[in-house]
């Protein structure tokens, strides 16, 4: 597990985009393509726009194929819509092979199971989808994707995508579930802000019960972990 602090958002989302090209430069040289999940929430945009600024002819994005990690229950024209905060800050601006969005705006169970199947149809039917990247948020109370304290979605094993009744939000969401994240070939979490501290440390260094701090459950079998934090969010962490 890697720990990479940067002083800033806008330094954290240089080197996230940095990163990003990086890493999708083999895949897209061997396999011929990068399949990479966006993260969801507001950190991650920063780094989409400077994709978008400084990567649009680094990268040959006719190779890069987008999924997503999670996604509320809305249309993807909702302002909540994961997709949509994708769509306006990359996908409309950069041309990339496919992009797989959650269609929340089918009923839920429907959804989970039409983005299985979309996973089963892009990697094969059988062992979990291997994706080259999976960016990750961190919520201030530990959860990731859409995998928050004490819900069901902490327990799945048999599913690739599932609803996530989360009561605090008196919501459900679909999320990508444990499984899946952990057979990445690697796993970036981006973390701002000083709310996210008390549950960075936590995860980091903590012993706290990981179905307090879902974050905690992410561990790659590739052993590529790596988080990428600015300086408020490691204000706890011991360097
Ligand atoms: C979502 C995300 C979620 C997000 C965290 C952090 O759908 O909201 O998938 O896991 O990454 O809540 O969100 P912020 O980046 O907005 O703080």
């Not at 940067?6 to 999708?24: G, M, N």
């Not at 092979?97 to 989970?112: F, I, K, Q, W």
Request: glycine content about 4%; hydrophobic content about 40%.
């Amino acid at each position: 597990m890697k720990l990479l602090v940067h002083e800033t958002p806008e330094e954290l989302a240089e080197a996230a985009a940095r990163d990003f090209a990086a890493r999708a430069r083999e895949p897209i040289d061997v396999l011929g393509r990068f399949a990479v999940v966006l993260a969801g929430g507001s950190t991650p945009k920063a780094t989409y726009e400077v994709l978008d600024r400084d990567y649009a002819d680094n990268i040959d994005w006719s190779k890069v194929h987008v999924f997503f990690g999670d996604e509320r229950p809305v249309p993807p024209d909702d302002e909540d819509s994961n997709y949509r905060t994708a769509r306006e800050t990359l996908l409309s601006r950069i041309r990339v092979g496919s992009v797989h969005r959650m269609r929340c705006e089918l009923p839920p169970e429907e959804a989970a199971a039409a983005y299985e199947q979309e996973l089963r149809e892009f990697f094969g039917p059988d062992e979990p989808p291997s994706f080259d990247l999976i960016l990750l948020g961190l919520g201030a109370d530990g959860h990731t994707a859409s995998l928050f304290p004490e819900t069901s979605a902490l327990d799945v094993t048999d599913r690739w995508v599932v609803v996530n009744p989360v009561l605090k939000l008196e919501t459900a969401r679909l999320t990508l579930t444990i499984p899946v994240i952990n057979a990445a070939k690697a796993v970036t979490f981006l973390v701002a802000g000083r709310d996210k501290a008390q549950a960075l440390k936590e995860i980091l260094e903590g012993d706290a019960d990981p179905r307090e701090y879902p974050a905690k459950f992410i561990c790659p079998e590739s052993r590529d972990l790596t988080w990428m934090v600015d300086r408020a969010a490691a204000k706890f962490v011991q360097r």
